[in-house]
């Protein structure tokens, strides 16, 4: 039984690592958090099925906290806007805003602290959860 959750472990982390030429913070959050979900499922269950789940669930986790960036980051990319970074309207739905870039895109933000910066892909820009 321990070579198995081993094995698991030892998958899921090649796995992680084999993408870190992911430079981008979601990329990078999304590696980290698979790793470590593999390591948590793998030891709360005990089997390899705990670790691909923990993996899976670590993966999204982090994937979406590392979609938001600090200022120091954004401002890399250009310019900070006059008066700060605008922020995004909330929606019926929690955890879900409206970027205040046009097409005015729809993002899901549960993850993403308040006051954090969140990269607008459609809209082209970076905007502040509330």
Not at 3 to 15: E, G, N, P, Q, T
Not at 63 to 68: F, Q, W
Not at 74 to 97: E, I, L, M, S, W
Not at 113 to 119: A, K, M, R
């Amino acid at each position: 039984m321990k070579k198995h959750i081993l094995l698991a472990i030892s998958i899921a982390l090649f796995v992680a690592f084999a993408f870190t030429s992911c430079e981008t913070a979601t990329g990078q959050g999304a590696g980290w958090g698979a790793a470590t979900g593999a390591v948590i499922g793998a030891v709360a269950t005990g089997d390899a099925e705990g670790a691909a789940i923990g993996a899976l669930i670590g993966a999204n986790t982090g994937a979406m906290i590392g979609a938001s960036i600090d200022e120091a980051e954004a401002v890399r990319y250009g310019p900070r806007p006059r008066g700060g970074f605008p922020y995004a309207q909330p929606t019926d739905r929690p955890g879900f805003y409206v970027s205040p870039y046009p097409p005015h895109q729809i993002y899901n933000l549960r993850h993403v602290p308040h006051g954090g910066l969140v990269d607008d892909g459609v809209g082209g820009g970076y905007f502040r959860k509330p």
